[in-house]
Protein backbone atom coordinates (compact mmCIF):
# COMPACT_ATOMS: atom_id res chain seq x y z
CA UNK A 1 0.00 0.00 0.00
CA UNK A 2 0.99 3.24 -0.87
CA UNK A 3 0.03 6.97 0.11
CA UNK A 4 -0.16 9.96 -2.21
CA UNK A 5 -1.08 13.23 -3.14
CA UNK A 6 -3.71 13.93 -5.62
CA UNK A 7 -4.46 18.23 -5.97
CA UNK A 8 -8.02 19.29 -7.32
CA UNK A 9 -6.89 19.61 -11.06
CA UNK A 10 -5.50 16.26 -11.48
CA UNK A 11 -8.38 14.44 -10.02
CA UNK A 12 -10.21 15.56 -13.02
CA UNK A 13 -7.06 15.17 -15.44
CA UNK A 14 -7.29 11.72 -13.72
CA UNK A 15 -11.02 10.89 -13.83
CA UNK A 16 -10.92 12.23 -17.58
CA UNK A 17 -8.07 9.48 -18.33
CA UNK A 18 -10.18 6.61 -16.61
CA UNK A 19 -12.96 7.21 -18.92
CA UNK A 20 -10.62 7.63 -21.86
CA UNK A 21 -9.17 4.11 -20.93
CA UNK A 22 -12.46 2.45 -22.28
CA UNK A 23 -13.73 1.29 -18.91
CA UNK A 24 -17.09 2.12 -17.60
CA UNK A 25 -17.40 4.69 -15.03
CA UNK A 26 -20.52 4.57 -12.46
CA UNK A 27 -20.72 7.00 -9.98
CA UNK A 28 -23.51 8.95 -8.08
CA UNK A 29 -25.63 10.83 -10.14
CA UNK A 30 -28.53 13.01 -8.87
CA UNK A 31 -31.27 12.51 -10.84
CA UNK A 32 -34.45 14.68 -9.42
CA UNK A 33 -33.40 14.42 -6.19
CA UNK A 34 -32.33 10.76 -6.26
CA UNK A 35 -28.74 9.87 -5.89
CA UNK A 36 -27.73 6.58 -7.33
CA UNK A 37 -24.71 5.13 -9.35
CA UNK A 38 -24.98 5.66 -13.30
CA UNK A 39 -22.70 5.30 -16.09
CA UNK A 40 -20.95 9.08 -16.03
CA UNK A 41 -18.15 10.79 -18.90
CA UNK A 42 -17.64 13.55 -17.45
CA UNK A 43 -16.71 14.34 -13.68
CA UNK A 44 -19.33 17.39 -13.28
CA UNK A 45 -22.00 15.11 -14.17
CA UNK A 46 -20.78 13.23 -10.26
CA UNK A 47 -23.30 13.85 -7.58
CA UNK A 48 -22.21 16.20 -4.93
CA UNK A 49 -24.11 17.09 -1.74
CA UNK A 50 -25.64 13.73 -0.65
CA UNK A 51 -24.94 11.30 2.63
CA UNK A 52 -26.10 7.58 0.31
CA UNK A 53 -27.09 6.63 -2.70
CA UNK A 54 -30.75 5.05 -2.53
CA UNK A 55 -29.12 1.48 -4.12
CA UNK A 56 -26.12 0.25 -3.29
CA UNK A 57 -23.27 -0.58 -5.57
CA UNK A 58 -23.86 -4.43 -5.31
CA UNK A 59 -25.56 -4.56 -8.73
CA UNK A 60 -21.89 -3.74 -10.53
CA UNK A 61 -20.94 -7.27 -9.07
CA UNK A 62 -24.14 -8.98 -8.62
CA UNK A 63 -26.50 -8.03 -11.31
CA UNK A 64 -30.31 -7.64 -10.29
CA UNK A 65 -31.38 -10.31 -13.35
CA UNK A 66 -28.53 -11.88 -14.93
CA UNK A 67 -28.62 -14.61 -17.80
CA UNK A 68 -26.98 -17.45 -16.08
CA UNK A 69 -27.32 -19.30 -19.94
CA UNK A 70 -29.45 -19.23 -22.74
CA UNK A 71 -30.71 -22.39 -24.68
CA UNK A 72 -32.22 -23.02 -27.75
CA UNK A 73 -34.25 -26.35 -28.99
CA UNK A 74 -33.55 -27.66 -31.90
CA UNK A 75 -35.49 -30.92 -33.35
CA UNK A 76 -36.15 -32.23 -30.00
CA UNK A 77 -32.43 -31.39 -28.90
CA UNK A 78 -31.21 -28.57 -26.64
CA UNK A 79 -28.37 -26.32 -27.04
CA UNK A 80 -26.79 -24.44 -24.22
CA UNK A 81 -25.18 -21.24 -24.37
CA UNK A 82 -22.48 -20.54 -21.27
CA UNK A 83 -22.53 -17.31 -19.54
CA UNK A 84 -19.57 -15.60 -21.46
CA UNK A 85 -17.03 -14.06 -18.32
CA UNK A 86 -15.14 -12.20 -21.51
CA UNK A 87 -19.03 -10.02 -22.03
CA UNK A 88 -18.50 -8.40 -18.43
CA UNK A 89 -17.07 -5.19 -19.03
CA UNK A 90 -14.26 -3.28 -17.40
CA UNK A 91 -15.67 -1.22 -14.71
CA UNK A 92 -14.89 1.87 -12.34
CA UNK A 93 -17.07 2.64 -9.55
CA UNK A 94 -16.06 6.42 -8.41
CA UNK A 95 -17.08 7.79 -5.34
CA UNK A 96 -17.98 4.58 -3.39
CA UNK A 97 -18.85 5.21 0.38
CA UNK A 98 -16.49 2.83 2.52
CA UNK A 99 -19.42 1.06 3.93
CA UNK A 100 -20.68 -0.09 0.31
CA UNK A 101 -17.23 -1.51 -0.68
CA UNK A 102 -16.89 -3.29 2.27
CA UNK A 103 -20.16 -5.04 1.27
CA UNK A 104 -18.20 -6.79 -1.30
CA UNK A 105 -16.42 -9.63 1.47
CA UNK A 106 -20.00 -10.77 2.56
CA UNK A 107 -21.20 -10.87 -0.86
CA UNK A 108 -18.04 -12.63 -2.24
CA UNK A 109 -18.41 -15.56 1.20
CA UNK A 110 -22.14 -16.16 0.60
CA UNK A 111 -21.43 -16.91 -3.31
CA UNK A 112 -18.10 -18.71 -2.89
CA UNK A 113 -18.25 -19.98 0.10
CA UNK A 114 -18.79 -23.88 -1.14
CA UNK A 115 -18.77 -23.73 -4.94
CA UNK A 116 -17.32 -20.98 -6.46
CA UNK A 117 -19.48 -18.45 -8.07
CA UNK A 118 -18.07 -17.88 -11.77
CA UNK A 119 -20.43 -15.03 -12.59
CA UNK A 120 -20.08 -13.32 -9.37
CA UNK A 121 -16.15 -13.22 -9.70
CA UNK A 122 -16.35 -12.51 -13.56
CA UNK A 123 -17.51 -9.39 -12.37
CA UNK A 124 -15.39 -8.90 -9.22
CA UNK A 125 -12.43 -9.61 -11.37
CA UNK A 126 -13.79 -6.63 -13.85
CA UNK A 127 -14.85 -3.93 -10.93
CA UNK A 128 -11.90 -1.63 -9.28
CA UNK A 129 -13.64 0.86 -6.72
CA UNK A 130 -12.06 3.99 -5.93
CA UNK A 131 -14.05 4.76 -2.43
CA UNK A 132 -13.99 7.80 -0.82
CA UNK A 133 -13.83 8.10 3.00
CA UNK A 134 -16.48 9.87 4.91
CA UNK A 135 -16.73 13.44 6.13
CA UNK A 136 -20.25 13.46 7.18
CA UNK A 137 -23.13 10.85 8.37
CA UNK A 138 -26.87 10.80 9.49
CA UNK A 139 -28.62 9.12 12.05
CA UNK A 140 -29.50 6.21 9.93
CA UNK A 141 -25.22 5.46 9.74
CA UNK A 142 -23.76 2.79 11.70
CA UNK A 143 -20.43 1.56 10.17
CA UNK A 144 -18.38 1.73 13.20
CA UNK A 145 -20.86 -0.76 14.75
CA UNK A 146 -20.52 -3.54 12.20
CA UNK A 147 -16.38 -3.75 12.18
CA UNK A 148 -16.43 -0.45 9.49
CA UNK A 149 -15.23 2.89 9.89
CA UNK A 150 -15.86 6.19 7.62
CA UNK A 151 -12.13 5.02 6.56
CA UNK A 152 -12.70 1.43 6.02
CA UNK A 153 -10.82 0.49 3.18
CA UNK A 154 -11.51 -2.82 2.61
CA UNK A 155 -13.02 -3.71 -0.71
CA UNK A 156 -11.43 -0.62 -2.22
CA UNK A 157 -9.00 -0.56 -4.68
CA UNK A 158 -8.21 3.35 -3.87
CA UNK A 159 -9.09 5.27 -1.26
CA UNK A 160 -9.68 9.25 -1.34
CA UNK A 161 -10.16 11.23 1.44
CA UNK A 162 -10.90 14.81 0.00
CA UNK A 163 -9.09 17.69 1.64
CA UNK A 164 -9.83 21.66 2.07
CA UNK A 165 -7.87 22.53 -0.81
CA UNK A 166 -10.07 20.47 -2.74
CA UNK A 167 -7.42 17.87 -3.70
CA UNK A 168 -6.90 14.35 -0.98
CA UNK A 169 -5.04 11.69 0.55
CA UNK A 170 -4.74 8.65 -2.14
CA UNK A 171 -4.22 5.40 -0.60
CA UNK A 172 -3.55 2.75 -3.24
CA UNK A 173 -4.42 -0.10 -2.02
CA UNK A 174 -4.24 -3.13 -4.67
CA UNK A 175 -2.58 -4.14 -7.66
CA UNK A 176 -6.10 -2.70 -9.40
CA UNK A 177 -5.14 0.67 -7.83
CA UNK A 178 -1.71 0.68 -9.01
CA UNK A 179 -3.10 0.55 -12.65
CA UNK A 180 -5.80 2.80 -12.32
CA UNK A 181 -2.83 5.30 -10.80
CA UNK A 182 -0.83 4.52 -13.97
CA UNK A 183 -3.12 5.53 -16.26
CA UNK A 184 -1.99 9.40 -15.27
CA UNK A 185 0.96 8.42 -12.72
CA UNK A 186 2.13 12.44 -13.22
CA UNK A 187 -0.50 13.72 -11.22
CA UNK A 188 0.06 11.63 -8.34
CA UNK A 189 2.20 13.71 -6.10
CA UNK A 190 4.22 12.97 -2.90
CA UNK A 191 2.28 12.27 0.49
CA UNK A 192 1.94 15.65 2.04
CA UNK A 193 2.13 13.74 5.71
CA UNK A 194 -1.62 14.65 6.15
CA UNK A 195 -3.70 12.70 8.40
CA UNK A 196 -6.59 11.12 7.16
CA UNK A 197 -8.56 10.73 10.76
CA UNK A 198 -8.48 14.55 10.74
CA UNK A 199 -11.12 14.64 7.80
CA UNK A 200 -13.26 11.55 9.28
CA UNK A 201 -16.74 12.45 10.03
CA UNK A 202 -16.54 10.87 13.85
CA UNK A 203 -19.52 8.23 14.16
CA UNK A 204 -19.41 6.57 17.43
CA UNK A 205 -20.45 3.04 17.40
CA UNK A 206 -24.05 2.50 18.69
CA UNK A 207 -23.96 -1.45 19.83
CA UNK A 208 -21.60 -4.40 20.65
CA UNK A 209 -21.70 -6.87 17.87
CA UNK A 210 -20.59 -9.46 20.03
CA UNK A 211 -22.76 -8.90 22.44
CA UNK A 212 -25.59 -8.79 20.11
CA UNK A 213 -24.49 -11.53 18.57
CA UNK A 214 -24.54 -13.52 21.91
CA UNK A 215 -28.10 -12.56 22.47
CA UNK A 216 -29.03 -13.29 19.07
CA UNK A 217 -27.67 -17.24 19.66
CA UNK A 218 -30.50 -16.95 21.99
CA UNK A 219 -33.22 -15.44 20.69
CA UNK A 220 -34.91 -17.77 18.22
CA UNK A 221 -37.83 -18.53 20.17
CA UNK A 222 -38.30 -14.54 21.14
CA UNK A 223 -41.48 -12.24 21.21
CA UNK A 224 -39.15 -9.49 19.99
CA UNK A 225 -39.14 -10.99 16.54
CA UNK A 226 -43.04 -10.28 16.44
CA UNK A 227 -43.33 -7.04 18.24
CA UNK A 228 -40.67 -5.39 15.64
CA UNK A 229 -42.18 -7.03 12.88
CA UNK A 230 -45.85 -6.22 13.50
CA UNK A 231 -45.72 -2.72 11.26
CA UNK A 232 -43.58 -4.74 8.36
CA UNK A 233 -45.86 -4.89 5.10
CA UNK A 234 -42.88 -7.51 3.66
CA UNK A 235 -42.40 -5.39 0.62
CA UNK A 236 -38.34 -6.22 0.41
CA UNK A 237 -37.22 -2.67 -0.19
CA UNK A 238 -34.60 -3.83 2.29
CA UNK A 239 -32.94 -6.49 0.95
CA UNK A 240 -33.05 -4.33 -2.64
CA UNK A 241 -30.83 -1.51 -1.25
CA UNK A 242 -28.74 -3.78 1.29
CA UNK A 243 -25.11 -4.23 -0.14
CA UNK A 244 -24.56 -7.31 1.27
CA UNK A 245 -28.50 -8.84 0.73
CA UNK A 246 -27.56 -11.78 -1.73
CA UNK A 247 -31.09 -13.89 -1.91
CA UNK A 248 -31.95 -14.80 -5.09
CA UNK A 249 -34.78 -16.26 -7.19
CA UNK A 250 -33.69 -19.17 -10.58
CA UNK A 251 -36.64 -17.55 -13.79
CA UNK A 252 -36.96 -19.29 -16.71
CA UNK A 253 -37.62 -16.03 -19.77
CA UNK A 254 -38.56 -18.35 -22.80
CA UNK A 255 -39.95 -17.11 -26.10
CA UNK A 256 -40.59 -20.10 -28.33
CA UNK A 257 -37.82 -22.42 -29.12
CA UNK A 258 -35.40 -19.91 -27.40
CA UNK A 259 -35.07 -18.89 -23.52
CA UNK A 260 -32.50 -17.95 -20.73
CA UNK A 261 -32.46 -18.63 -17.18
CA UNK A 262 -31.58 -15.33 -15.28
CA UNK A 263 -31.01 -15.59 -11.82
CA UNK A 264 -32.73 -12.18 -10.52
CA UNK A 265 -32.52 -10.77 -6.52
CA UNK A 266 -35.03 -12.02 -4.31
CA UNK A 267 -35.99 -11.30 -0.52
CA UNK A 268 -36.58 -13.21 2.52
CA UNK A 269 -39.21 -10.76 3.46
CA UNK A 270 -41.94 -11.91 1.01
CA UNK A 271 -43.98 -14.60 1.71
CA UNK A 272 -43.22 -16.98 -1.09
CA UNK A 273 -39.90 -16.89 -0.18
CA UNK A 274 -40.25 -20.15 1.02
CA UNK A 275 -43.31 -21.56 0.22
CA UNK A 276 -43.67 -25.31 -0.78
CA UNK A 277 -45.52 -26.46 -3.57
CA UNK A 278 -48.14 -28.03 -1.34
CA UNK A 279 -48.86 -24.87 0.45
CA UNK A 280 -46.65 -25.40 3.67
CA UNK A 281 -44.99 -23.05 4.19
CA UNK A 282 -41.89 -22.75 7.01
CA UNK A 283 -41.78 -19.14 7.32
CA UNK A 284 -45.64 -18.10 7.13
CA UNK A 285 -45.95 -15.38 9.24
CA UNK A 286 -43.80 -11.64 8.99
CA UNK A 287 -42.16 -12.35 12.23
CA UNK A 288 -40.45 -15.65 11.30
CA UNK A 289 -39.07 -14.03 7.78
CA UNK A 290 -37.96 -11.11 10.29
CA UNK A 291 -36.01 -12.75 12.50
CA UNK A 292 -34.45 -14.73 9.69
CA UNK A 293 -33.06 -11.32 8.01
CA UNK A 294 -31.77 -10.43 10.85
CA UNK A 295 -30.27 -14.18 12.44
CA UNK A 296 -28.38 -14.61 8.86
CA UNK A 297 -26.88 -11.41 9.13
CA UNK A 298 -26.32 -11.06 12.77
CA UNK A 299 -25.70 -14.85 13.85
CA UNK A 300 -25.52 -17.03 10.82
CA UNK A 301 -23.25 -15.24 8.74
CA UNK A 302 -20.90 -14.80 11.50
CA UNK A 303 -21.03 -18.30 12.37
CA UNK A 304 -20.79 -19.82 9.11
CA UNK A 305 -18.67 -17.33 6.94
CA UNK A 306 -17.00 -15.52 9.65
CA UNK A 307 -18.37 -12.06 8.37
CA UNK A 308 -21.39 -10.09 9.05
CA UNK A 309 -23.93 -9.62 6.83
CA UNK A 310 -24.09 -5.87 7.25
CA UNK A 311 -22.03 -3.14 6.53
CA UNK A 312 -23.74 0.03 9.00
CA UNK A 313 -24.89 1.63 5.42
CA UNK A 314 -28.09 2.33 6.50
CA UNK A 315 -30.34 2.21 3.52
CA UNK A 316 -32.79 -0.49 4.88
CA UNK A 317 -33.69 1.98 7.40
CA UNK A 318 -34.21 4.87 5.10
CA UNK A 319 -35.79 2.95 2.81
CA UNK A 320 -38.68 1.06 5.07
CA UNK A 321 -41.78 3.07 4.31
CA UNK A 322 -42.92 2.31 7.92
CA UNK A 323 -39.65 2.98 9.58
CA UNK A 324 -38.45 -0.46 10.58
CA UNK A 325 -35.39 0.82 12.07
CA UNK A 326 -32.52 -2.08 11.85
CA UNK A 327 -30.20 0.21 14.49
CA UNK A 328 -33.01 0.82 16.73
CA UNK A 329 -33.79 -2.62 17.03
CA UNK A 330 -30.54 -4.44 16.72
CA UNK A 331 -29.88 -2.10 20.17
CA UNK A 332 -33.08 -2.79 21.40
CA UNK A 333 -32.07 -6.59 21.20
CA UNK A 334 -28.56 -5.89 22.38
CA UNK A 335 -30.37 -4.11 25.32
CA UNK A 336 -32.50 -7.43 26.23
CA UNK B 1 -11.09 -19.05 -16.68
CA UNK B 2 -11.56 -22.33 -15.21
CA UNK B 3 -14.42 -22.12 -13.13
CA UNK B 4 -17.53 -23.89 -14.25
CA UNK B 5 -21.19 -22.42 -14.19
CA UNK B 6 -22.68 -24.04 -11.16
CA UNK B 7 -26.01 -23.02 -12.87
CA UNK B 8 -25.61 -24.81 -16.41
CA UNK B 9 -27.27 -28.23 -16.49
CA UNK B 10 -26.24 -31.58 -17.57
CA UNK B 11 -28.37 -32.17 -21.09
CA UNK B 12 -30.32 -35.59 -20.17
CA UNK B 13 -32.17 -37.53 -22.62
CA UNK B 14 -35.69 -39.20 -21.16
CA UNK B 15 -35.13 -42.76 -21.69
CA UNK B 16 -37.79 -44.45 -19.85
CA UNK B 17 -41.52 -43.16 -18.49
CA UNK B 18 -43.15 -44.63 -15.81
CA UNK B 19 -47.09 -43.84 -14.73
CA UNK B 20 -46.55 -44.63 -11.14
CA UNK B 21 -49.91 -43.04 -9.46
CA UNK B 22 -52.02 -40.30 -10.44
CA UNK B 23 -50.21 -37.40 -11.91
CA UNK B 24 -47.17 -39.58 -10.48
CA UNK B 25 -44.02 -40.23 -13.19
CA UNK B 26 -41.18 -41.77 -12.80
CA UNK B 27 -38.15 -40.88 -15.59
CA UNK B 28 -34.99 -42.61 -16.40
CA UNK B 29 -32.68 -40.14 -17.44
CA UNK B 30 -29.50 -40.84 -19.35
CA UNK B 31 -26.65 -38.58 -19.43
CA UNK B 32 -26.39 -37.02 -23.51
CA UNK B 33 -22.57 -36.47 -23.40
CA UNK B 34 -20.46 -39.83 -22.69
CA UNK B 35 -17.72 -38.32 -20.91
CA UNK B 36 -19.89 -36.61 -18.31
CA UNK B 37 -21.96 -39.77 -17.64
CA UNK B 38 -18.79 -41.70 -16.88
CA UNK B 39 -17.28 -39.08 -14.36
CA UNK B 40 -21.00 -38.79 -12.70
CA UNK B 41 -20.80 -40.16 -9.22
CA UNK B 42 -23.44 -39.43 -6.31
CA UNK B 43 -24.47 -41.36 -3.35
CA UNK B 44 -27.60 -42.31 -1.74
CA UNK B 45 -29.95 -39.52 0.09
CA UNK B 46 -28.68 -36.84 -2.89
CA UNK B 47 -30.53 -34.76 -4.95
CA UNK B 48 -30.58 -32.43 -7.61
CA UNK B 49 -32.68 -29.75 -10.11
CA UNK B 50 -34.66 -31.16 -12.68
CA UNK B 51 -35.43 -28.44 -15.42
CA UNK B 52 -37.84 -28.11 -18.31
CA UNK B 53 -36.39 -26.23 -20.77
CA UNK B 54 -39.47 -23.32 -21.08
CA UNK B 55 -40.50 -23.69 -17.46
CA UNK B 56 -37.86 -23.52 -15.12
CA UNK B 57 -35.94 -25.59 -12.38
CA UNK B 58 -37.42 -28.07 -9.51
CA UNK B 59 -35.86 -30.08 -6.59
CA UNK B 60 -36.22 -33.63 -6.58
CA UNK B 61 -33.94 -36.06 -4.73
CA UNK B 62 -32.30 -39.09 -7.02
CA UNK B 63 -34.36 -41.89 -7.14
CA UNK B 64 -32.42 -44.77 -8.23
CA UNK B 65 -29.50 -46.20 -6.22
CA UNK B 66 -25.51 -45.45 -7.21
CA UNK B 67 -25.74 -49.28 -7.52
CA UNK B 68 -27.26 -49.18 -10.73
CA UNK B 69 -25.13 -47.28 -13.23
CA UNK B 70 -25.54 -45.27 -16.31
CA UNK B 71 -28.47 -43.44 -15.39
CA UNK B 72 -30.20 -41.56 -12.93
CA UNK B 73 -34.34 -41.81 -12.36
CA UNK B 74 -36.55 -39.41 -10.62
CA UNK B 75 -40.02 -39.55 -8.88
CA UNK B 76 -42.22 -36.30 -8.84
CA UNK B 77 -45.98 -35.45 -8.75
CA UNK B 78 -47.61 -32.81 -11.76
CA UNK B 79 -48.19 -30.34 -9.20
CA UNK B 80 -47.00 -26.80 -10.64
CA UNK B 81 -45.72 -24.92 -13.64
CA UNK B 82 -42.24 -26.66 -13.47
CA UNK B 83 -43.40 -30.07 -13.18
CA UNK B 84 -46.67 -29.90 -14.84
CA UNK B 85 -43.94 -28.87 -18.11
CA UNK B 86 -41.97 -32.70 -16.96
CA UNK B 87 -44.75 -33.86 -17.13
CA UNK B 88 -45.57 -33.25 -20.77
CA UNK B 89 -42.29 -34.70 -21.98
CA UNK B 90 -42.45 -37.64 -23.23
CA UNK B 91 -39.58 -40.30 -23.79
CA UNK B 92 -36.71 -39.68 -26.16
CA UNK B 93 -37.07 -35.71 -25.38
CA UNK B 94 -34.34 -33.66 -23.85
CA UNK B 95 -34.39 -32.28 -19.99
CA UNK B 96 -31.86 -30.36 -17.49
CA UNK B 97 -30.34 -31.52 -14.50
CA UNK B 98 -28.11 -30.13 -12.10
CA UNK B 99 -26.36 -32.31 -9.09
CA UNK B 100 -25.57 -34.07 -7.10
CA UNK B 101 -26.13 -32.15 -4.11
CA UNK B 102 -26.05 -32.19 -0.57
CA UNK B 103 -25.31 -35.02 1.87
CA UNK B 104 -25.71 -38.95 2.04
CA UNK B 105 -27.08 -41.68 4.41
CA UNK B 106 -24.27 -42.97 6.22
CA UNK B 107 -24.79 -46.75 4.62
CA UNK B 108 -21.04 -47.65 5.46
CA UNK B 109 -21.48 -47.10 9.52
CA UNK B 110 -25.01 -48.95 8.64
CA UNK B 111 -23.23 -52.18 8.05
CA UNK B 112 -24.02 -55.45 10.13
CA UNK B 113 -27.14 -53.62 11.04
CA UNK B 114 -30.99 -53.98 10.75
CA UNK B 115 -32.84 -51.63 8.72
CA UNK B 116 -35.86 -50.49 9.34
CA UNK B 117 -37.41 -48.25 6.30
CA UNK B 118 -40.82 -46.01 7.11
CA UNK B 119 -42.27 -44.06 3.99
CA UNK B 120 -45.34 -42.49 2.87
CA UNK B 121 -47.09 -41.15 0.05
CA UNK B 122 -44.94 -39.43 -2.72
CA UNK B 123 -41.80 -39.57 0.32
CA UNK B 124 -40.72 -43.20 -1.01
CA UNK B 125 -38.72 -42.04 -4.06
CA UNK B 126 -35.51 -40.88 -1.91
CA UNK B 127 -35.98 -43.85 0.52
CA UNK B 128 -36.21 -46.19 -2.64
CA UNK B 129 -32.34 -45.13 -3.34
CA UNK B 130 -31.57 -46.45 -0.03
CA UNK B 131 -33.53 -50.22 -0.08
CA UNK B 132 -32.32 -50.53 -3.75
CA UNK B 133 -28.70 -49.51 -2.51
CA UNK B 134 -28.94 -51.90 0.50
CA UNK B 135 -30.60 -54.78 -1.65
CA UNK B 136 -27.52 -54.42 -3.66
CA UNK B 137 -25.23 -54.81 -1.08
CA UNK B 138 -27.76 -57.19 0.39
CA UNK B 139 -24.55 -59.13 2.69
CA UNK B 140 -23.82 -55.67 4.29
CA UNK B 141 -26.97 -55.80 6.13
CA UNK B 142 -29.40 -57.61 8.83
CA UNK B 143 -32.86 -57.42 8.34
CA UNK B 144 -35.01 -55.43 6.45
CA UNK B 145 -38.10 -54.23 6.66
CA UNK B 146 -40.15 -51.49 5.03
CA UNK B 147 -43.31 -50.27 5.89
CA UNK B 148 -44.82 -48.22 3.13
CA UNK B 149 -47.94 -46.06 3.45
CA UNK B 150 -50.61 -44.32 1.24
CA UNK B 151 -53.87 -42.44 1.26
CA UNK B 152 -55.13 -44.92 -1.17
CA UNK B 153 -54.52 -47.98 -3.21
CA UNK B 154 -54.02 -46.03 -6.13
CA UNK B 155 -51.60 -43.57 -4.81
CA UNK B 156 -48.80 -45.98 -3.64
CA UNK B 157 -45.97 -45.66 -6.32
CA UNK B 158 -43.59 -48.18 -7.22
CA UNK B 159 -46.17 -50.94 -7.55
CA UNK B 160 -44.21 -53.70 -8.99
CA UNK B 161 -41.30 -52.86 -7.35
CA UNK B 162 -43.67 -53.14 -3.88
CA UNK B 163 -44.39 -56.72 -5.48
CA UNK B 164 -40.84 -57.39 -6.57
CA UNK B 165 -39.44 -56.36 -2.58
CA UNK B 166 -42.55 -58.40 -1.13
CA UNK B 167 -41.65 -61.42 -2.68
CA UNK B 168 -38.33 -61.49 -1.87
CA UNK B 169 -37.66 -63.71 1.10
CA UNK B 170 -35.24 -61.56 2.43
CA UNK B 171 -37.30 -58.68 2.71
CA UNK B 172 -40.28 -58.07 5.16
CA UNK B 173 -42.63 -55.87 3.42
CA UNK B 174 -45.79 -54.20 4.85
CA UNK B 175 -48.22 -51.65 2.91
CA UNK B 176 -50.81 -50.38 4.32
CA UNK B 177 -53.44 -47.53 3.12
CA UNK B 178 -55.26 -44.72 5.38
CA UNK B 179 -58.67 -46.41 6.54
CA UNK B 180 -61.22 -46.09 3.37
CA UNK B 181 -57.98 -46.09 1.09
CA UNK B 182 -58.33 -49.86 0.62
CA UNK B 183 -60.51 -51.40 -2.48
CA UNK B 184 -62.09 -54.80 -3.23
CA UNK B 185 -58.31 -56.39 -3.95
CA UNK B 186 -56.31 -55.00 -1.45
CA UNK B 187 -54.44 -57.53 0.93
CA UNK B 188 -52.11 -55.42 2.67
CA UNK B 189 -53.04 -53.59 5.95
CA UNK B 190 -55.06 -50.74 6.66
CA UNK B 191 -54.58 -47.85 9.04
CA UNK B 192 -52.13 -44.97 9.67
CA UNK B 193 -47.91 -45.42 8.95
CA UNK B 194 -47.06 -45.03 12.96
CA UNK B 195 -49.99 -47.35 14.15
CA UNK B 196 -49.18 -50.26 11.62
CA UNK B 197 -44.80 -49.56 12.56
CA UNK B 198 -45.79 -49.97 16.18
CA UNK B 199 -47.18 -53.12 15.34
CA UNK B 200 -44.45 -54.57 13.00
CA UNK B 201 -41.23 -52.88 13.69
CA UNK B 202 -38.70 -55.11 14.55
CA UNK B 203 -36.29 -54.50 17.99
CA UNK B 204 -34.69 -51.29 18.24
CA UNK B 205 -31.91 -53.54 19.13
CA UNK B 206 -28.76 -52.84 16.22
CA UNK B 207 -31.42 -51.55 13.74
CA UNK B 208 -31.25 -48.19 12.16
CA UNK B 209 -34.68 -46.57 11.16
CA UNK B 210 -35.31 -44.47 8.29
CA UNK B 211 -37.91 -42.19 7.96
CA UNK B 212 -39.57 -40.19 5.39
CA UNK B 213 -42.59 -38.78 4.51
CA UNK B 214 -45.41 -35.65 5.15
CA UNK B 215 -44.37 -33.85 8.18
CA UNK B 216 -47.67 -35.14 9.88
CA UNK B 217 -46.23 -38.76 9.28
CA UNK B 218 -42.81 -37.80 10.70
CA UNK B 219 -44.82 -35.98 13.70
CA UNK B 220 -46.44 -39.03 14.77
CA UNK B 221 -43.76 -41.62 13.43
CA UNK B 222 -40.80 -40.74 15.72
CA UNK B 223 -42.74 -41.22 19.06
CA UNK B 224 -43.77 -44.73 18.14
CA UNK B 225 -39.72 -45.23 17.49
CA UNK B 226 -39.04 -43.42 20.28
CA UNK B 227 -41.67 -45.85 22.30
CA UNK B 228 -40.28 -49.38 20.78
CA UNK B 229 -36.10 -48.03 22.05
CA UNK B 230 -35.14 -46.04 19.10
CA UNK B 231 -32.46 -43.73 20.65
CA UNK B 232 -32.30 -40.55 18.54
CA UNK B 233 -28.86 -41.33 16.48
CA UNK B 234 -31.19 -44.34 15.32
CA UNK B 235 -33.58 -42.59 13.52
CA UNK B 236 -32.59 -40.81 10.28
CA UNK B 237 -34.80 -38.87 7.93
CA UNK B 238 -34.58 -36.97 4.60
CA UNK B 239 -36.16 -33.46 5.01
CA UNK B 240 -37.19 -30.83 2.30
CA UNK B 241 -37.25 -26.99 1.57
CA UNK B 242 -37.90 -25.02 -1.23
CA UNK B 243 -34.95 -24.31 -2.91
CA UNK B 244 -33.27 -23.03 -6.31
CA UNK B 245 -29.80 -23.00 -6.61
CA UNK B 246 -29.04 -26.34 -4.35
CA UNK B 247 -25.24 -25.39 -3.25
CA UNK B 248 -26.11 -22.46 -0.29
CA UNK B 249 -26.60 -19.36 -1.79
CA UNK B 250 -30.38 -18.29 -2.88
CA UNK B 251 -30.88 -18.25 0.98
CA UNK B 252 -34.20 -20.09 1.00
CA UNK B 253 -34.31 -23.81 2.42
CA UNK B 254 -32.10 -23.05 5.55
CA UNK B 255 -33.30 -24.47 8.99
CA UNK B 256 -31.79 -22.13 11.48
CA UNK B 257 -28.35 -21.99 10.59
CA UNK B 258 -28.35 -25.04 8.74
CA UNK B 259 -29.08 -25.45 5.33
CA UNK B 260 -30.51 -28.39 3.78
CA UNK B 261 -29.37 -28.31 0.67
CA UNK B 262 -25.86 -28.54 2.29
CA UNK B 263 -25.87 -29.61 5.83
CA UNK B 264 -28.82 -32.26 4.78
CA UNK B 265 -31.31 -33.14 3.34
CA UNK B 266 -30.18 -36.28 5.84
CA UNK B 267 -30.26 -35.41 9.30
CA UNK B 268 -30.35 -37.77 12.42
CA UNK B 269 -33.37 -37.16 15.08
CA UNK B 270 -29.95 -36.27 17.11
CA UNK B 271 -29.37 -33.47 14.92
CA UNK B 272 -32.70 -32.56 14.31
CA UNK B 273 -33.06 -31.61 18.08
CA UNK B 274 -30.72 -29.20 17.23
CA UNK B 275 -32.61 -26.96 14.77
CA UNK B 276 -36.09 -25.56 14.96
CA UNK B 277 -38.73 -27.88 13.54
CA UNK B 278 -40.86 -24.69 12.97
CA UNK B 279 -38.51 -24.09 9.23
CA UNK B 280 -39.21 -27.31 7.71
Given amino acids: ?55 SIKASVYPKAEVLFSYEKVNGKVNLTDFDPESVP ?20 IFNWDTADK ?70 EADKGEKKEKYLVDLPA ?42 FDIQEDAHGSKGRRIRCWDACGFAMFTLHTSGHNPREHQSQRW ?24 RCSRACPVDMNILEHITSIAKQ | MSEQNTYLPYLMTIEKVIKE ?46 TRKGYIECTFRDSGRVTSGLASL ?42 WNALDLRENFKDITIVYGAKTVNDLVYKSELKEWSDRPDVKMVTTVDPGGENADWKGEIGFVPTIVEKVAPSAENTIAIVCGPPIMIKFTFPVLEKLGFK ?20 RCNVGKLYICKDGPVFSKEELNLIPAEEY
Avoid at chain 1, 42 to 51: F, P, Q, R, T
Avoid at chain 1, 142 to 154: A, H, I, K, L, M
Avoid at chain 2, 98 to 117: A, D, S
Fill in chain 1, 119 to 188: LHNAHLIKTSVISFSCAAADESCFCTSVNGSPGNTSGSDIQLTMLPDGGAIAEILSPKGEALVALLPSVF
Fill in chain 1, 90 to 109: ETVLWKVHPCDAAGFKPLSA
Fill in chain 2, 90 to 131: EEGSTMGFRGPYGNVFPMEEWKGKNLLFIAGGIALPPMRCVI
Fill in chain 2, 21 to 66: APGVKTYRLKFQDEAEAEAFEFKAGQFGEYSAFGEGESTFCIASSP
Fill in chain 1, 291 to 314: RQRILHKFSYMPERLSVVGCTGCG
Fill in chain 1, 1 to 55: METKYIGKDGIEKWFNAIVASGKRVFAPVNARGQVDFKPVKKLSEVAGDYIQTTQ
Fill in chain 1, 206 to 247: RFNLEEVNAKLNKAFDSTVWKEQSERCLGCGACAFVCPTCAC
Fill in chain 2, 232 to 251: DDQIYTTLENRMKCGVGKCG
